[in-house]
């Protein structure tokens, strides 16, 4: 069966740089790109972009362009996100989200908590 | 700025229908644009329903439906159940880049 397990939660203090890891199993990875999605506290469902896990050419979202990076390692079916100089405001749940040309947006991680603060 | 903007909250009684829309800034939603639609209780991950607009997963309940309706996309509860009540996500897709809506609360009362 289909299933994104992603890291654990991680307190990160300002400035620090924090990676968070999707690691795929029941499939093929490389036939299936990765959505990453963020919830802040209380707040909706931002797209933040995704993957191509074929070419590992990856696609940003406004406002999520600089200090945040996908990136993969196709040895192990994982697909990491990297969050360089951390604000509070960075403090959300993460999640991956696989997405098939036909399925759309299947199955999703468990999200990954990141909190940022001093 | 593509905004995509749904309904802040519904409420809607035990055994009812109710419809959730799902709109964009740039004018009328089309399969051109993927519609997919999301369910998330507090606490879980978000579940995926429908995508492409009317296609459902293997998992979503038959009560769910997806359209394309006076140029947005929508999302139809038939005979709704309490384990219904949650908060709703459409999400589209304009040229590989995905936008959200804001959420549907549904409250099921």
């Known amino acids: 069966q289909v299933q994104l397990v992603q890291s654990g939660s991680e307190l990160k203090k300002p400035g620090a740089s924090v990676k968070v890891s999707c690691k795929a199993s029941?499939?093929?990875?490389?036939?299936?790109?990765m959505n990453w999605v963020r919830q802040a506290p209380g707040q909706g469902l931002e797209w933040m972009g995704w993957i191509n896990t074929d070419t590992g050419n990856p696609t940003y979202a406004q406002g999520f362009t600089g200090r945040f990076v996908f990136s993969l390692d196709t040895s192990v079916s994982t697909a990491y996100l990297l969050i360089s100089s951390l604000k509070a405001e960075d403090t959300a749940v993460y999640y991956c989200?696989?997405?098939?040309?036909?399925?759309?947006?299947?199955?999703w991680g468990q999200g990954t908590l990141v909190t940022v603060s001093s | 700025q593509t905004v995509v903007t749904q309904e802040p909250s519904l409420t809607v009684s035990p055994g009812g229908t109710v419809t959730l829309t799902c709109a964009s800034s740039?004018?009328?939603?089309?399969?051109?644009?993927?519609p997919n639609w999301f369910q998330q209780k507090p606490g879980q991950a978000p579940r995926a329903l429908i995508y492409?607009?009317?296609n459902k997963h293997s998992w979503t309940p038959a009560r769910f439906s997806g359209s394309l309706l006076g140029g947005k996309a929508a999302l139809t509860l038939s005979g709704v159940q309490p384990e219904d009540e949650a908060e709703y996500y459409c999400l589209l897709y304009y040229g590989g880049v995905g936008v959200f809506g804001g959420g549907t609360k549904l409250t099921v009362l």
């Open positions: 492409s607009a009317t």
């Open positions: 029941g499939y093929t990875f490389t036939r299936y790109a």
């Open positions: 989200a696989r997405d098939g040309a036909v399925t759309g947006t299947d199955y």
């Open positions: 740039r004018g009328a939603v089309t399969s051109d644009y993927s």
